[in-house]
């Protein structure tokens, strides 16, 4: 039963299960204490302290351990900005953080504080020059991530390093995703990890703070783990955390060369299995083994529910597969479809046949859904499809978004689709439905209050060559015109 | 080799164990993943946490995981004040709370709240009608262990809980040291515990929030464990807790009454076997595991070494073997001598041989680390060892002070040492050693800037019937007037 879902939590690696029943057995005491179990147990930390700060390339009092990447990444964010205080208070992050970030970012504003999103390109990187003219004065602290979590974009990190360090502002990296890979090239100030991201155990996140970085740990004191993590530590996942990062990192070249030839399939096949795709995320500057395709006229779970009982585990950011009712922030600040999206990231080891049984099932899996959703018929390889890599597709929307107001009055041709109280994809299938039967410059008017529907309406004319021409004032109407 | 510091961490029980590596195969995935193996994570989480609520005693949908006891008590009393903002911002403490809870407690002072703490009696417990009496207008939340973890004092909790019912207050309860044993009784509000300390793996901590409590939960939002505790979460651990919590309770009645006669023999015979000793703790209300005692003119820290060399792991709150260099807040609340303090804390399990062994070494152990040391002779069996269970001795020398002012001038039989720039305990042994040389009725004044002389002088005058006759005003000299 192939698990593809790696970029959410990796199986445990061999060495990580092996050292976690060992350090079970040798590291369950208090490092703190006096007594043999206790400087047992301080050995033990010492030396995957060490073994970490290797993988990561800082130094070993640089990095504590944290109970997860998400509290490295709130406490990272809260120390930086509280240490850097007489700098300003100004956060400035990419737009596709991890949650945590963003999380860190509106706790950041609820205290009083500023925040910027920078926004990123159709396929999820941001632009390092608009990432450098985002450091305005007063800016405490800048976030970036290593590569995004949902398409597998790597980001332009040393870049963006170079122009913080410039800014003199330290610049946090969340590492969780490319951390089994390599470490981060650039002269960050702060990085996160996620040990069961790489094949470690759960429990352990990674949190370094370079020497002279400004740093005031939130919350009340502890002295364990520089003040930066309050609790008794969780030794024998830590151990366990260190030695499979060594292990994964021994491996990571030639098992990140097999994973992008398997990804590389799967960008390339996909769109010529099944039709109406857009695959997104950056094809060359990218993570290893993370492939992320969104399909027009599906619904993500039904989607999700069908590949599961095919014996395929991958996750989704189209909103019907969440609990918020709202696409992946990701997707939206890409401006790229989101619904009927599927994330398959492989794991370490994962293998060609079973990729390959994958792409064998994903047509009659996405055409039950369609069928299930009364959607109009898609065929593989339409030339929407070519628009996947990241072409001028968002800019040509906004253009199109600009001239719709030049033509408001020319709507004799007009149609109006009401698809209030549907959920994602039903508004973007209502509309497929009716457009031939506006004449080509006719608009289409839908009325629809799904929150998918801001996005995918506009990602569907995108895909199709209509004009978007905008939402209403209410944010519940949609108009578009017919191209051909 | 016995290791009795089981109040620090206990080793993992077998159970823990064998569930922990079930878990690490099957339970490694997100609980919030649709596919199958999100589907199994999500309901080993249900079952673990149906688990520890039946040990807790409360509703699952009240008990989340955290990563620590720790994590559970900073939240837990941040979360619950902002949650009562509107009633005030008023914090009531023992005294002799965990270091977690006075460090949360000293957080929410520096962010403009106030606090007040609760005295405790000689025996370590509060008096549950003071503690009522403190619960003043404008409390948001009140704070009190279930027993005392360097001491083993059990709290009044249950009364307590009823007279902050009675007050409209929330009970926050730590039984980090109880949750082995029994549930806490009474109507209290919150409680936090610390799977490492009944045998569970590090890593996990709980926190309970009893329906109708208002409760804010500090920090960037997170969407796990009710918003309680962010991060990705260590459910292999989490398993291995609640069902290792299930099988302790089951042996806990049995176990209990076992360790309880051994703890009684430690007792009773260290007097006999050793001069100059303080047993401190209730010797009834407590836990049935730990025993506390304290040694006059030993250094804390020299006794560990030795006791670690004849094979013996315990702790000890003396100053000598901190990194603060101040004597434990809990002995120094109860008035109670610090040095060459030693925390007996055995673990299930723990052999009666290797108990009786123990009682043969320590007297070789402390004799050696006092002739190191130049101290007097100490006669075990000494009269001052019968107030060890909680005479009246703190309140003696408080009106010994007192009396100390009208005697101010009667000081032709005086005599000053030196101790400025030396550690405990040799204050105390300079003290000791030329009390002698003054006339019965002159007084002895010792110049010591230690910070555990303020506490020890007392505790040997009160041991030794000398009269304590206060400390000077900038802290680096006490007096003392020779009894007998």
Sequence with gaps: MPYFDAASSVPLHPVARQALVAALDEGWADPARLHREGRRARMLL??????????????????TFTPSGT???HTGVAGAVAGRRRAGRHLVVSAVEHS???????AHEADGGTVAEVAVGRTGAVDPGAFAAALTEGTALACLQSANHEVGTEQPVAGVAEACRAAGVPLLVDAAQSLAWDAVDGPWSLLAGSAHKWGGPPGVGLLVVRKGTRFAPPGPSDERESGRAPGFGNLPAVVAAAASLRAVRAEAAAE??????????VRTRVPELVGDVEVVGDPVHRLPHVVTFSCLYVDGEALLHALDRAGFSVSSGSSCTSSTLTPSHVLRAMGVLSEGNVRVSLPPGAR?????????????????????LGAPASAPGAPADVRADGGPDASEASEASEASEASEDAEEDALTVDALGTLCPVPVIELAKVIGEVPVGGVVTVLADDEAARLDIPAWCAMRGHTYLGAGPDGTSYRIRRAA
Tied chains: 1, 2.
Excluded: N, Y
């Design 352 to 372: 060609e046949e079973d990729v390959e049984r994958f792409l064998a099932e994903l047509p009659g899996a996405v055409a039950s859904v369609r069928a299930q």
């Design 71 to 73: 509290q490295a990444l």
């Design 46 to 63: 010492d030396a995957a302290r060490q073994t970490a700060a290797e993988a990561v390339g800082c130094r070993p009092d640089e990095l």
């Design 100 to 106: 945590a970030v963003l999380h860190a970012a509106a």
């Design 256 to 265: 990140a060369a097999r994973l992008r030839a398997l990804v590389d399939r």
